[in-house]
């Protein structure tokens, strides 16, 4: 399938402005903007590697272009004609000046002030388990951020999702790619954490639903896939469709923080503390959310099955790639 963009109506005069645009979701939901036929700004601390999101519309359509959410005059330049904002900032694991505090709250504030300065509806990423009192730095920071962006824009659409997969997610192919050279996988905490995996092409159409004005202004809406499924579970089912065997390995939580502890130092480490405090806490759509409508269905988005998705990118993995015949 070709990448390039099929709008469904004309190139609009509506400038939509990505922060964070060149990400995972990013490129995914600049995709589908681009498809529906805005014009899209793609703002980004690296113009130099994110040019292979032109092709994704015509010519002209998508500009790339320099900010820092960690210098407000850089956000300010981006937002500058903007009829729309979308912020998908963030980072699972600090390094260097990219800590949960600078990006996930100060970023997040300077955003929302700069979409608020050009009278911009704004939809901001944030994640299920945002939460003041969360054990972990990373779900403290998002909340804090969501209460900033609150204070400068209240009719903000915030968006959180639970773990997001797909092609090139850090969740099942990491755990792949660990799986073809270890003989065993650990289970922090028994493995008993649940998640409510979505696919990105999903969150990407949420994203483009709220920008068409669909989403409730001031919502928090909370965006999981159909399967609510345990740690173990998951990784059951990745070893299922890498076509291998591991030993599943569960690791407490008291020895799970002395691992990281140990390694959450290095740049890159497999595991942080912060990590594992995470865990601690099930990442699944709360009854709340899901009884106000507040959900992937609730705009409309019907939700993309586990099955359906990870026998499209997993498959590299197998021994025998796609020929490899899977047991039923």
């Known amino acids: 399938m070709s990448d390039v963009a099929v709008t469904d109506r004309p190139v609009s005069d509506s400038l939509v402005t990505v922060f964070g645009g060149s990400g995972f979701l990013g490129r995914h939901v600049v995709r589908v903007l681009a498809k529906r ?13 994110a040019g292979f999101l032109q092709p994704l519309g015509f010519v002209g359509q998508i500009q790339v272009s320099q900010a820092n959410v960690r210098f407000p005059d850089s956000v300010a330049r981006a937002a500058e004609g903007s009829e729309a904002i979308v912020n998908l900032v963030g980072v699972l694991a600090e390094s260097g000046r990219q800590s949960f505090d600078a990006v996930h709250v100060f970023g ?14 704004l939809v901001h990423m944030s994640a299920i ?6 054990p972990s730095a990373y779900g403290r920071s998002k909340a804090e951020g969501e209460m900033a962006v609150r204070e400068l824009a209240p009719d903000a659409v915030v968006m959180r999702p639970s773990v997001v997969f797909g092609q090139e997610d850090e969740f099942f192919n990491r755990f792949a790619a660990m799986a073809q050279f270890s003989p065993a996988l650990p289970l922090i905490g028994g493995g008993a954490t649940k998640f409510q995996p ?18 409730k202004a001031g919502a928090t809406y909370e965006l999981g896939g159909p399967e609510v499924r345990t740690f173990r579970e998951l990784m059951e ?9 591991r030993l599943l390995i569960d690791l407490p939580f008291g020895l799970a923080h002395f691992m990281a502890y140990l ?9 942080t503390r ?9 990442n699944v759509v709360s009854e709340a959310a899901a009884k106000a409508g507040f959900t992937l269905e609730g705009l409309g988005v019907a939700p993309s099955a586990l099955a359906t998705i990870l026998p499209t990118y997993l498959w590299r993995f197998r021994k025998g790639g796609q020929f490899t015949r899977l047991a039923t």
């Not at 036929?37 to 590697?49: E, F, M, S, T």
């Open 198 to 215: 979505v696919f990105v092409g999903d969150l990407a159409q949420a994203v483009l639903a709220a920008v068409d004005g669909k989403a």
């Open 237 to 245: 089912l990745m070893l299922h469709e890498i076509a291998a065997k």
């Open 37 to 49: 036929g805005y014009r899209v700004r793609v703002a980004v601390r690296r113009p130099d590697l």
């Open 274 to 282: 912060d990590q594992v405090a995470m865990l601690r806490a099930d």
């Open 108 to 121: 997040a504030r300077t955003i929302a002030s700069a979409a608020k300065a050009v009278g911009a509806p």
């Open 129 to 134: 388990g945002a939460d003041a009192a969360s």
């Open 263 to 271: 390694t959450d130092w290095a740049p890159g480490a497999p595991l």
